[in-house]
C-alpha cells in the first residue's frame, strides 16, 4: 500500500520506531525479520510487495503479495509472486505459509474475515505480523488518501484539510456545512463523501481489532498501540460559528455512547503479532 512511510523519519520518528512502532516500511520489515527466521521461508503478504532484492536478500523462499490492485506477475526469479486477491479469500492452500506479513493495510479490509484466512493458510506454529494504521479511532483516522480532486492526488499528511477528530464529531450536513465555509463546494462535497460513504476504509476502532484478533483462533503474542502523530493538521481557515472545539475526551464520550462500550480514542498506529497453535487444541470436554 504506498503511503508517507516512503519519506525519512525523523529523530524522534527513529526513537517511535525503537519502541517497535515504526513510521516507515523498511522499518517495519527489518522488525518483522528480526522476529522469524526468513531464510527458507514462505511467506504472503496482505498488501503492498516489497522490492525483490530485499526479499532476496534475507533468503526469502517464496513471497506472495496478496493484493486486488495490483496485476498478478512474477518476478524473474520466481521468489515474489503477486496474486490479484483480497485479503479476505487469500488463494493459498491450507497451511502453506509460514508466516503473514503485513504493512499499511489492515485499516483496509474486512479483518475478522481477513485474520481466518491468515489462520487457515498458517502452518502450525505460524506467525502473523501486522502493522497498520492511521485507524478510525486516530485524529486523522478518516485516512485521507486514495481521494482525486481535480488534477492532483490528496493525501492526509500533505493536505490537512479536515479538523481533528471531524470524522467522529461531525454528521454529514454538519461537516459539509464546516467545509464549505473554507473549501470549494465541490472538494467540501467530495470530502463529506469520502468521510461519511466511501469504503476505502473499515472504521474500526482500537477496540474492534482487539476484539478480532481474540476471535480468530489465533493466539495472542503482542499488540502495541501509539498515538504518535508524524506531522502537523493545519486545517484551512473555517467559520468560528461552525467550527467546535473538541477534546479527546469529549469525543471519546460521544463515541462510546453511540456505540454502547467504552471506546478509546487516540490509537493511530498499531503493531499485532499472533501466532497459530503449534498443534491441535485439546477438548477438554472429551
Request: aromatic letters at 8%; proline letters at 7%.
Amino acid at each position: 500500500m504506498p503511503s508517507r512511510s516512503n519519506s525519512t523519519p525523523s529523530a524522534e520518528a527513529d526513537e517511535k520506531a525503537n519502541d517497535g512502532l515504526a513510521i516507515s516500511e523498511e522499518f517495519v520489515f527489518a522488525d518483522f525479520a528480526s522476529r522469524m527466521k526468513l531464510s527458507g521461508a514462505v511467506i504472503a503478504e496482505i498488501g503492498g510487495s516489497f522490492p525483490v532484492s530485499m526479499l532476496e536478500e534475507h533468503g526469502v523462499a517464496r513471497w506472495y503479495s496478496i493484493d486486488p490492485n495490483r496485476e498478478a506477475e512474477t518476478s524473474e526469479s520466481g521468489i515474489r509472486q503477486v496474486l490479484t486477491a483480497r485479503a479476505e479469500e487469500i488463494p493459498l492452500p491450507d497451511a502453506s505459509v509460514d508466516a503473514v506479513f503485513s504493512c499499511n493495510a489492515f485499516q483496509f479490509i474486512n479483518v475478522p474475515e481477513a485474520l481466518g484466512e491468515t489462520h487457515r493458510v498458517l502452518k502450525p506454529g505460524g506467525l502473523l505480523y501486522a502493522h497498520f494504521g492511521p485507524i478510525w479511532s486516530a485524529a486523522d483516522g478518516h485516512q485521507l488518501e486514495y481521494v482525486r480532486h481535480g488534477d492532483r492526488d490528496l493525501a492526509f499528511w500533505r493536505d490537512t484539510l479536515l479538523p481533528p477528530w471531524a470524522h467522529l464529531s461531525y454528521t454529514p450536513a454538519e461537516l459539509r456545512a464546516l467545509l464549505r465555509s473554507g473549501l470549494p463546494e465541490d472538494l467540501a462535497d467530495l470530502l463529506v463523501w469520502h468521510v461519511h460513504e466511501s469504503d476505502t476504509i473499515n472504521r474500526m476502532f482500537f477496540e474492534d481489532y482487539v476484539a478480532a484478533a481474540l476471535d480468530s483462533g489465533l493466539r495472542w503474542g503482542t499488540v502495541t498501540a501509539s498515538d504518535y502523530l508524524d506531522y502537523e493538521i493545519v486545517p484551512p481557515r473555517f467559520d468560528p460559528a461552525i467550527l467546535r472545539e473538541v477534546t479527546r475526551a469529549d469525543v471519546s464520550a460521544a463515541v462510546s455512547e453511540r456505540r454502547g462500550r467504552p471506546t478509546q480514542i487516540g490509537p493511530r498506529d498499531v503493531l499485532m503479532i499472533l501466532r497459530k497453535d503449534s498443534a491441535p487444541a485439546v477438548d477438554l470436554n472429551a
